[in-house]
């Protein structure tokens, strides 16, 4: 299956700037995004096709973490994570977060899309063939709302029920529904040497996102398709180091300026 259509979701009434510059990004290359939600989005570009979320997923409501402190407590990221497992299955988008920012357009490869850095297998950019083993895996993963993560021992387990927190997808930690349970899946079936390597989708490393508000040049490697922007923990740098305003000439100004996206008019 060849797919060339970027869907997302957003979780809430507007978008920042960081938002509005990866939905520009991808009109700018010619290729299309349809941004999924649950409620109207204020300030959504008309260059964006919006879709009701429902269509796709349509729990009771919204999961939010609820464990965990600072920006991951109460994170929709939980419900994200489940959603673009539904959205792969019941339709030929590439799932692609609205902080990934594009380079060049996304295709798949026999259907596949994603990256990993390490070890470890990210899902900020997905794309998987509807009859992936994986995928259906997760599926089925992410529909046993009772049970402890497969890939959990009995100390972990025990540990968790020591604590006295109780067993669903909003009491596991960050990242269970997402990353770590794709790692943990793709090396069960095999679908892991799918994976592009870090250079093509997270060419800049969370651990050095700070250099797009530091520098003014960052060199891109050539094979990069696209640029995570890791937005959650980059709007709280820029609240609290920098009061919510990109520095002069940074990295990450030059971007704005170069996509025609205004900061002030979408502050985070």
């Known amino acids: 299956m060849h797919r060339d259509t970027i869907?997302?979701?957003?979780?809430?009434?507007?978008?920042?700037?960081?938002?509005?510059?990866?939905?520009?990004?991808?009109?700018d290359i010619g290729q299309k995004v349809t941004l999924y939600s649950y409620s109207p989005i204020e300030n959504l570009p008309s260059y964006v096709t919006p879709a009701d979320a429902r269509e796709i997923y349509d729990p009771e409501q919204i999961l939010r973490q609820k464990v965990?402190?600072?920006?991951?407590?109460?994170?929709?990221?939980?419900?994200?994570?489940?959603?673009?497992?539904?959205?792969?299955?019941?339709?030929?988008?590439?799932?692609?977060?609205?902080?990934a920012y594009p380079i060049r357009t996304f295709e798949t490869q026999n259907g596949y899309l994603f990256g990993k850095v390490?070890?470890?297998?990210?899902?900020?950019?997905?794309?998987?063939?509807?009859?992936?083993?994986?995928?259906?895996?997760?599926?089925?993963?992410?529909?046993?709302?009772?049970?402890?993560?497969?890939?959990?021992?009995d100390r972990m387990r025990q540990a968790h029920l020591d604590e006295e927190i109780p067993v669903g997808p909003e009491y596991f930690p960050w990242g269970t529904y997402g990353p770590q349970a794709l790692q943990y899946f793709m090396n069960q079936t095999g679908e892991v040497h799918h994976a592009a390597e870090s250079e093509v989708l997270y060419p800049i490393k969370a651990r050095h996102k700070k250099d797009l508000l530091t520098k003014s040049e960052i060199e891109?490697?050539?094979?990069?398709?696209?640029?995570?922007?890791?937005?959650?923990?980059?709007?709280?740098?820029?609240?609290?180091?920098?009061?919510?305003?990109?520095?002069?000439?940074?990295?990450?100004?030059?971007?704005?300026?170069?996509?025609?996206?205004?900061?002030?008019?979408?502050?985070?």
């Open 7 to 27: 869907a997302s979701l957003w979780i809430g009434d507007r978008l920042s700037f960081l938002e509005l510059l990866c939905l520009k990004a991808f009109y």
């Open 68 to 99: 965990g402190g600072g920006i991951v407590r109460q994170s929709p990221a939980l419900h994200a994570d489940i959603f673009r497992l539904h959205l792969l299955k019941k339709t030929e988008f590439i799932w692609a977060d609205t902080d």
């Open 118 to 153: 390490g070890p470890n297998i990210l899902n900020g950019v997905l794309g998987l063939p509807p009859e992936s083993p994986t995928l259906n895996k997760l599926l089925e993963f992410a529909a046993k709302t009772d049970e402890f993560p497969p890939w959990w021992d």
């Open 220 to 268: 891109i490697p050539s094979k990069a398709v696209s640029i995570h922007l890791y937005s959650t923990n980059l709007k709280a740098v820029i609240r609290r180091g920098y009061d919510g305003v990109l520095p002069a000439g940074c990295f990450l100004e030059q971007m704005c300026k170069k996509h025609g996206i205004n900061p002030s008019n979408a502050p985070i």
